[in-house]
Nanobody
């Protein structure tokens, strides 16, 4: 069984920073791409950033230049450094891992990020 767990969410003022972490555990042979998604209240879940096993990255236009995704393959973890946060970044942030042997991948339970003064 595989588990994915996020941490690091919270309340931050506009212009502030947060770092999200996500760890995958359990019977894992290999993880391909990892990604962060977010879902604001009343909206669909959107892709924020992706990172390949070789650390190639891709970002949504709305976060380019402000967010940075990194990963540690040895620890099966992925991080999202979020700077210059805006109120519109408020959402539940979900981690996704494309894991060998799991056709649908694995999702975390989400962590809430609230950007407000």
């Amino acid at each position: 069984q595989v588990q994915v767990a996020e941490s690091g969410g919270g309340l931050v003022q506009p212009g502030g920073s947060l770092r999200l972490s996500c760890a995958a555990s359990g019977r894992i042979l290999s993880i391909y791409d990892m990604a962060w998604y977010r879902q604001a209240p009343g909206k669909q879940r959107d892709l924020v950033a992706t990172i390949t096993r070789g650390s190639r990255t891709n970002y949504a236009d709305s976060v380019k230049g402000r967010f940075s995704i990194t990963r540690d393959n040895a620890q099966n973890t992925v991080f999202l450094q979020m700077n210059s946060l805006k109120p519109e970044d408020t959402a539940v942030y979900y981690c996704f891992a494309d894991i060998l042997g799991l056709p649908l991948g694995a999702w975390g339970q989400g962590t809430l990020v609230t950007v407000s003064s």
